[in-house]
């Protein structure tokens, strides 16, 4: 074959190789698609609500008041808590120092420990509020407050919505109608704005917000902040 011959033939070769590729809007059309799913995929993933169901091996109740409590009713250290289910700083509180509070006090009986609700950071916090109370008719609260601070997504973007709520209770293993009946009828829609109006009224202006033995502290702090306050006041209380 000639060079001529030889040359003319790898041309037709490499064309006929590139008219075996797809155009190149076929393929920014393919990876958009792609894209598009994954995004979808992601977005669906971390929506998913995470199941988390809280060991509560601890006395647990409800005040005269109405309001959840755990421990100890007869200790000598009191501690009041103030949270706004759509607060991060909650979460982390309950995540890094309550769960540590819990085991080293609340557990052995050194603390009556009190849950007072200031849903402050708009209407999904007020909602899940009601539903926490809903939740503390069946004896859970403490289970569906972990759940609930487990499952954040950000301010008032839909998340706690009345369907996932009710899910949230379900997971938990509450009574799915008696539950929703419970929600959906605003039965501690006035209660939930007292406990708001009694936060005001103590000074409460952030979450998380605790009153350890009548004494206001404000925001959140290392765990070992908390161990020392306490076990100063244990000291004090022997």
Same mark, same amino acid.
């Given at each position: 074959?000639?060079?001529?011959?030889?040359?003319?033939?790898?041309?037709?070769?490499?064309?006929?190789?590139?008219?075996?590729?797809?155009?190149?809007?076929?393929?920014?059309?393919?990876?958009?698609?792609?894209?598009?799913?994954?995004?979808?995929?992601?977005?669906?993933?971390?929506?998913?609500?995470?199941?988390?169901?809280?060991?509560?091996?601890?006395?647990?109740?409800?005040?005269?008041?109405?309001?959840?409590?755990?421990?100890?009713?007869?200790?000598?250290?009191?501690?009041?808590?103030?949270?706004?289910?759509?607060?991060?700083?909650?979460?982390?509180?309950?995540?890094?120092?309550?769960?540590?509070?819990?085991?080293?006090?609340?557990?052995?009986?050194?603390?009556?420990?009190?849950?007072?609700?200031?849903?402050?950071?708009?209407?999904?916090?007020?909602?899940?509020?009601?539903?926490?109370?809903?939740?503390?008719?069946?004896?859970?609260?403490?289970?569906?407050?972990?759940?609930?601070? &487990?499952? #954040?997504? /950000?301010?008032?973007? +839909?998340? *706690?919505?009345?369907?996932? $709520?009710?899910?949230? &209770?379900? #997971?938990? /293993?509450?009574?799915? +109608?008696? *539950?929703?009946?419970?929600? $959906?009828?605003?039965?501690?829609?006035?209660?939930?704005?007292?406990?708001?109006?009694?936060?005001?009224?103590?000074?409460?202006?952030?979450?998380?917000?605790?009153?350890?033995?009548?004494?206001?502290?404000?925001?959140?702090?290392?765990?070992?902040?908390?161990?020392?306050?306490?076990?100063?006041?244990?000291?004090?209380?022997?």
């Amino acid at each position: 074959m000639s060079k001529r011959a030889s040359e003319f033939q790898k041309s037709q070769n490499r064309q006929a190789s590139l008219s075996k590729r797809p155009p190149l809007p076929f393929l920014l059309l393919l990876a958009a698609v792609l894209g598009a799913v994954a995004l979808i995929g992601y977005q669906v993933w971390s929506n998913r609500p995470t199941a988390l169901i809280a060991l509560v091996d601890y006395p647990r109740g409800i005040t005269p008041d109405g309001y959840p409590y755990k421990g100890n009713p007869e200790a000598k250290i009191i501690i009041e808590e103030y949270t706004d289910f759509q607060c991060p700083a909650c979460a982390r509180y309950a995540r890094e120092v309550g769960a540590r509070l819990d085991e080293k006090y609340v557990k052995p009986g050194k603390v009556y420990y009190i849950f007072r609700y200031f849903p402050f950071l708009g209407p999904e916090s007020f909602r899940a509020a009601e539903a926490a109370a809903c939740a503390t008719e069946q004896g859970k609260f403490w289970e569906y407050e972990h759940m609930l601070l &487990a499952n #954040q997504r /950000g301010e008032n973007v +839909g998340w *706690f919505s009345d369907d996932r $709520l009710v899910s949230f &209770a379900t #997971q938990l /293993g509450l009574d799915r +109608g008696a *539950f929703q009946n419970c929600l $959906l009828s605003g039965k501690y829609r006035d209660f939930i704005r007292k406990s708001v109006e009694a936060a005001n009224q103590r000074g409460v202006q952030a979450t998380p917000t605790l009153f350890i033995n009548g004494e206001k502290i404000e925001g959140l702090y290392d765990v070992i902040f908390y161990e020392t306050y306490i076990d100063t006041l244990l000291q004090q209380v022997q």
